[in-house]
C-alpha cells in the first residue's frame, strides 16, 4: 500500500523566512512519482513539481526548492524568502502503477501561513 | 488557468437527491480522474476514466457513479446524498503516461443539507 505522510499540520512564519515542508511516503514499488501541489485559499490545486524515483537529483525553481532523499522516503519542499503570497495548504502526493491506475495518493497537507 | 474546467462551481442540495458534476479535460488529454476533498477524509482519489473506459477506482460509493463521453468530457454523478458528501470534488486529467502530472479544475463544492 502506498502512504504520504506529512507531520506538519500548520506552520506560521513571517515574510522573508525560509520554510521547509516535509512529506514522508511510503511504497513497495521501486519505480514511483511524486508530487507537489498548492492549493491557495481560491481553492483551485496547483501542479508544483514531479519527481521520479529514479532521478534524486534536487531541484530548484525560483524561491522553491526540493529535496528527495530515497534513503529516508522524503521529499521535502523549501521556500526561501517566504512571501504573503506563499500562504496556502501545500499537499504532496505520489504516484505508482498499480490497480489504481495512476492515482494521486495525497498526505493530509499542510497549512502555510506567512504573515507581514 | 490549467485548462480543466469544471460545472458548476457551486451546488447546494438536499439529502436524497441527485446530481451531476460535469468535466472537461485539458485538449489532447485522454485521462480524466475524480477526487473528493472534504475536512475530514483530506484528498480521495475516487475513480479514473481513460479514453472512455474506466481505467481505476478508488474509494467510491457505490451511490456514486461516473462515465466519459466520446468528447472526452466527464461526469461524477452522486445519488441519495447523504449531510457527508458535502465536500469540494476535482476532477483532474492529464495525458496518461506513467507518472504524469495531473492537472486539475477548479472544484465543485457540494453542499447538501
Do not use: M
Amino acid at each position: 500500500a502506498q502512504k504520504v505522510t506529512q507531520a506538519q499540520t500548520e506552520i506560521s512564519v513571517v515574510e522573508k523566512e525560509d520554510v521547509t515542508l516535509d512529506c514522508v511516503y511510503e511504497t513497495r514499488d521501486t519505480t514511483y512519482y511524486l508530487f507537489w501541489y498548492k492549493q491557495p485559499p481560491s481553492g483551485e490545486l496547483v501542479f508544483l513539481i514531479r519527481r521520479n524515483s529514479f532521478d534524486e537529483q534536487n531541484e530548484i525553481s525560483g524561491r522553491y526548492s526540493w529535496n528527495f532523499q530515497k534513503s529516508t522516503s522524503s521529499f521535502n519542499f523549501t521556500i526561501t524568502a517566504s512571501q504573503v503570497v506563499d500562504s496556502a495548504v501545500y499537499f504532496c502526493a505520489l504516484s505508482v502503477a498499480s490497480n489504481s491506475g495512476y492515482a494521486l495518493n495525497f498526505g493530509k497537507g499542510t497549512s502555510l501561513l506567512v504573515t507581514p | 488557468d490549467s485548462g480543466v474546467t469544471q460545472t458548476p462551481k457551486h451546488l447546494i442540495t438536499a439529502t436524497g437527491q441527485r446530481v451531476t458534476l460535469r468535466c472537461s479535460p485539458r485538449s489532447g488529454d485522454l485521462s480524466v480522474y475524480w477526487y473528493q476533498q472534504s475536512l475530514d477524509q483530506g484528498l480521495q482519489f475516487l475513480i479514473q476514466y481513460y479514453n472512455g473506459e474506466e481505467r481505476a477506482k478508488g474509494n467510491i460509493l457505490e451511490r456514486f457513479s461516473a462515465q466519459q463521453f466520446p468528447d472526452l468530457h466527464s461526469e461524477l454523478n452522486l445519488s441519495s446524498l447523504e449531510l457527508g458528501d458535502s465536500a469540494l470534488y476535482f476532477c483532474a486529467s492529464s495525458v496518461e503516461q506513467v507518472g504524469d502530472e495531473q492537472f486539475f479544475g477548479p472544484g465543485t463544492r457540494l453542499t447538501v443539507l
